[in-house]
């Protein structure tokens, strides 16, 4: 399972010399997997093909019957067979429609369905039952609680991209993002029209009047923007349920400027009719789109259902927009060796909202850094008391940690040198909160944002989070161009390896090669290090990955891992296309992290030129040089199996984590991460793993046995 964060690109246009060009907005598609061969009879469900959902409330049952829109005829006859593990449920199969029962514990029972008609033409189509609570009002998710996918308590469905990086402006740290991905971050494919889903749980309105349904929604963000025909669209469930549109939203003019701003996000009130205000309400938005990728965006945010009160535009509310920055000052993420004094940031940003038109009071707004629950830092970051009085609308805020000359930046480093130990992976968490007295219900959690910097073995400028992507436009018979990414060794140390955000991309048929790089003290013609031809590979086609990061070895002329000595002093990590002819060699390129572009330079045939003084784009390219004396895994490890047969369950789970096998005298290591990208568990290799203590949410296991040169990793699901 891939996360949507890491499969987009659209590139920026800038003529920089004439051999080659960065793009923008160009949207490129990405690979598609192949159709499935075969068919009973006629036909048989391609992968671009979509699972029909089916919502039932939690213990409930619910009759599905194929429609019309299925075969041209109608059904004359239907089988079906258990697709998906661990099925909660029981169907009972008549002449031409299947009744579920749903039992046990929440999940998404699969069910595969051969439908045929009096000619005997068939058609096998996926079914997914999804079961899921009956809540009350008001009903309220300003998608602040989890990111990538929404939140479980509130939504049935996981085809929009819960992030907090692709809307502009945004009234909340958080936004549900709707595009042409689905939900394992691939395009749809096939024809244009619907896309992502996000349909709500049961909601009882059996004992309800005067209810209302309100959101805010932005087309574009920083993405590429709906045209007029790709709408965003509101249904009702009504109690025969069945779906009744409710509102269509247009999208951007074509005479919309490139350059311009997105638009503002727009407030929109629904009421809801007395006839369908019944114990299974339910509503959902979808977009149409083309289907082909990260493109023609839509931003929902602060979706709230209920009385007239708690759903009208003016909010009794304070909210963060944006996370914090990392509390380094040059990078994202750093060897904990090569910490020293002057990493930290000597300031820390803050960004709020008040989204009442009048004054708002809150009270300890605090800073607190801290790894593994031992604080480093903990104090007030807004003074004087009078400034907690917010005026309606968007307020930032510099605190300088050498303000009148306190020590919290002295206090903070001394902190970091006492927990840093050399070759150890370190978390550190950077969390700003406030608390408000007079609050909207359920609006507490955009009270509080956190950031995590990992010490781990690498550094990074990116936040992890790729918004757009870089890669040589040159044409063929012209001069490649050589990219490369500048950082600095504060002691001297052995470097092992590159990890690299390559994006798939429309018609990689021929999978491109490129050269890799290092060069040492200064860059010029002659490479310390070069590794010819080397081929692109994607890490999702190797396992699951949250981040979509490529790790490549360096190896000697005989392909055996060598490691490189770097000493104290700059270094550079670069790559060239071998050929501008078919395939490109795409990398991520993180546009919330523009102070790293002044590390950026490229040589298209004349020389080295910063790629700040161009006129791209500010941004950080994907690009994380390995180090330490411990070598890496490759992406692709001949000597490394893909560990599928693993069974890991229950998903999912609300206590342990089960693994299948043996693991006595067995070598190996489980990592647990969130969504995030940060760690928050390791342990020796074994048969089960306990997760009472974690919150709700998405989390990947990552398993390695050393002893039988096996890896795995999955997406797993923690429901309390």
């Known amino acids: 399972m891939k996360t949507k964060c890491i499969y987009y690109i659209f590139l920026l246009t800038i003529i920089f010399l004439s051999e080659w060009s960065l793009a923008q907005p160009v949207e490129i598609g990405l690979t598609l997997n192949p159709a499935l061969p075969g068919n009973k009879l006629i036909y048989k469900r391609s992968s671009e093909?979509?699972?029909?959902?089916?919502f039932v409330p939690i213990g409930g049952d619910v009759t599905f019957c194929p429609t019309e829109q299925m075969l041209s005829d109608e059904a004359f006859s239907i089988t079906y067979r258990i697709c998906g593990d661990d099925f909660q449920g029981t169907i009972q199969e008549g002449d031409t429609c299947l009744q579920y029962q749903h039992t046990g514990k929440r999940s998404i029972d699969v069910v595969c369905l051969e439908v045929c008609d009096s000619s005997g033409f068939c058609r096998e189509f996926e079914i997914d039952f999804i079961s899921g609570p009956v809540i009350g009002t008001p009903f309220f998710d300003d998608f602040s609680v989890t990111t990538i996918y929404p939140d479980t308590s509130h939504w049935l469905d996981r085809d929009v991209f819960i992030n907090t990086t692709l809307a502009e402006r945004p009234l909340t740290v958080g936004v549900a993002t709707f595009d042409g991905l689905n939900d394992s971050g691939t395009p749809y494919g096939g024809k244009a029209g619907f896309s992502d889903d996000l349909t709500s749980t049961f909601?009882?309105?059996?004992?309800?009047?005067?209810?209302?349904?309100?959101?805010?929604?932005?087309?574009?963000?920083?993405?590429?923007?709906?045209?007029i025909k790709d709408s965003l669209v509101v249904d009702f469930r009504n109690q025969q349920g069945n779906w009744v549109r409710v509102l269509q939203l247009e999208g951007l003019p074509d005479s919309y400027p490139n350059n311009n701003p997105a638009p503002d996000f727009a407030f929109y009130r629904i009421a809801i009719a007395d006839t369908l205000l019944h114990n299974k309400f339910q509503f959902r938005f979808r977009n149409k789109s083309t289907n082909k990728g990260l493109q023609e965006l839509w931003h929902v945010d602060y979706v709230r259902l209920g009385e007239d009160e708690v759903t009208r535009e003016e909010v009794r509310d304070i909210a963060f927009q944006y996370l914090p920055t990392s509390i380094l000052h040059t990078y994202s993420s750093m060897p904990a060796n090569q910490f020293r004094i002057g990493e930290v940031r000597q300031n820390i940003i803050?960004?709020?909202?008040?989204?009442?038109?009048?004054?708002?009071?809150?009270?300890d707004p605090t800073v607190t850094i801290s790894n593994e629950g031992q604080t480093l830092l903990r104090r007030t970051f807004i003074e004087p008391v009078s400034l907690w009085t917010l005026a309606p609308g968007n307020t930032s805020f510099d605190f300088d940690m050498n303000d009148q000359g306190s020590s919290n930046y002295e206090m903070l480093q001394t902190g970091l040198f006492?927990?840093?130990?050399?070759?150890?992976?370190?978390?550190?968490?950077?969390?700003?909160?406030?608390?408000?007295?007079?609050?909207?219900?359920?609006?507490?959690?955009?009270n509080s944002v956190t950031r995590a910097t990992r010490f781990a073995n690498y550094y990074a400028y990116d936040d992890g989070t790729a918004e757009s992507a870089l890669e040589d436009r040159g044409e063929t018979g012209v001069s490649t161009t050589t990219f490369a990414m500048e950082f600095h060794n504060n002691v001297a140390?052995?470097?092992?390896?590159?990890?690299?955000?390559?994006?798939?991309?429309?018609?990689?048929?021929?999978?491109?090669?490129?050269?890799?790089?290092?060069?040492?003290?200064?860059?010029?013609?002659?490479p310390e290090y070069s590794q010819l031809g080397v081929k692109v590979y994607y890490a999702d086609s190797y396992y699951d990955t949250l981040q979509g990061f490529t790790t490549y070895a360096f190896l000697d002329t005989n392909e055996q891992k060598i490691s490189l000595d770097v000493p104290e002093g700059k270094f550079y990590i670069g790559w060239e296309q071998v050929s501008l002819s078919g395939s490109k060699v795409p990398v991520g390129y993180d546009l919330n992290s523009p102070d790293a572009i002044q590390f950026f330079y490229y040589n298209a045939g004349q020389g080295w030129f910063r790629g700040a003084d161009t006129g791209l784009r500010r941004g950080a390219l994907m690009v994380r040089p390995v180090l330490g004396s411990e070598g890496v895994i490759p992406t692709r490890a001949e000597d490394f199996n893909t560990w599928a047969d693993l069974k890991i369950y229950p998903n999912p789970t609300s206590r342990f984590i089960h693994l299948d096998g043996n693991w006595k005298d067995q070598e190996g290591k489980i990592e647990l991460y969130d969504l995030s990208g940060v760690r928050i568990l390791e342990k020796p290799l074994q048969s089960r793993i306990d997760v009472q203590s974690l919150?709700?949410?998405?989390?990947?296991?990552?398993?390695?046995?050393?002893?039988?040169?096996?890896?795995?990793?999955?997406?797993?699901?923690?429901i309390k």
Not at 350 to 363: G, W, Y
Not at 501 to 516: R, T
């Open 350 to 363: 803050s960004h709020l909202n008040n989204l009442s038109p009048e004054n708002l009071n809150m009270t």
């Open 203 to 227: 909601i009882d309105l059996s004992s309800e009047s005067g209810m209302y349904l309100s959101f805010f929604a932005q087309p574009r963000g920083v993405g590429l923007p709906p045209t």
């Open 418 to 446: 006492g927990i840093l130990e050399p070759g150890e992976d370190y978390t550190v968490i950077n969390n700003l909160a406030f608390s408000q007295g007079d609050e909207v219900l359920g609006a507490r959690s955009n």
């Open 493 to 526: 140390d052995k470097l092992q390896g590159v990890q690299m955000h390559i994006p798939h991309i429309e018609g990689n048929s021929v999978v491109p090669l490129f050269n890799l790089y290092v060069w040492i003290d200064r860059l010029d013609d002659e």
């Open 49 to 54: 093909e979509r699972p029909c959902k089916v």
């Open 695 to 718: 919150q709700t949410g998405v989390y990947l296991i990552k398993v390695i046995n050393y002893s039988e040169q096996k890896m795995a990793s999955r997406l797993i699901e923690v």
